[in-house]
């Protein structure tokens, strides 16, 4: 059926385009906070532990709202890990990084979702998506919050 939401199909396709990048950050921000939940060690466990469960937990609902607005939108959402680390700003985790390291790397991947939510947000200004303005918004602020509050516990 024909998409009629009083937005083009141009401008679905931007808007739906940058929500697909920053699902990709967001996903694979998700597992990688989720491994090092797994594997955190040292001084700061338990308090990185359950930071850790919070920040994969939040960011695991938040994929599902980003990918059914990419369906809202009329484009399919990207379902692989091969998609997804292509579409990825955001990198892939490999060694056994130290508590410290898994903090600063994590504060530097909100940092880039925030960045890409942010230009999502102006996409969707500049098309007229106010849904899916409306839905990105907040995962600045968020992402934001979620860096600050590593960076200090980096300090």
Do not use: C
């Not at 009629?4 to 597992?31: D, F, P």
């Not at 920040?55 to 990207?78: K, N």
């Not at 504060?107 to 098309?127: F, M, P, S, Y």
């Amino acid at each position: 059926m024909e998409i009629n939401i009083g937005i083009s199909e141009e401008n679905r396709q931007k808007s739906a385009q940058g929500v697909r990048q920053l699902l990709a950050n967001t996903y694979t921000l998700y597992l990688k906070t989720h491994g090092y939940h797994w594997n955190v060690e040292g001084p700061h466990f338990q308090q990185l532990h359950v930071q850790f469960m919070e920040q994969y937990t939040e960011m695991w609902t938040a994929v599902d709202e980003l990918a059914e607005r990419i369906r809202a939108l009329g484009h399919f959402a990207p379902s692989s890990y091969a998609e997804m680390a292509e579409l990825s700003d955001v990198a892939e985790e490999s060694g056994k990084p130290d508590w410290k390291e898994m903090v600063q790397t994590l504060a530097k991947g909100h940092e880039q979702v925030a960045k890409t939510a942010r230009d999502v947000l102006r996409i969707a200004e500049e098309v007229g998506d106010d849904a899916t303005a409306d839905i990105v918004a907040p995962r600045v602020t968020l992402h934001e919050k979620s860096a600050w509050m590593l960076r200090a516990t980096a300090s």
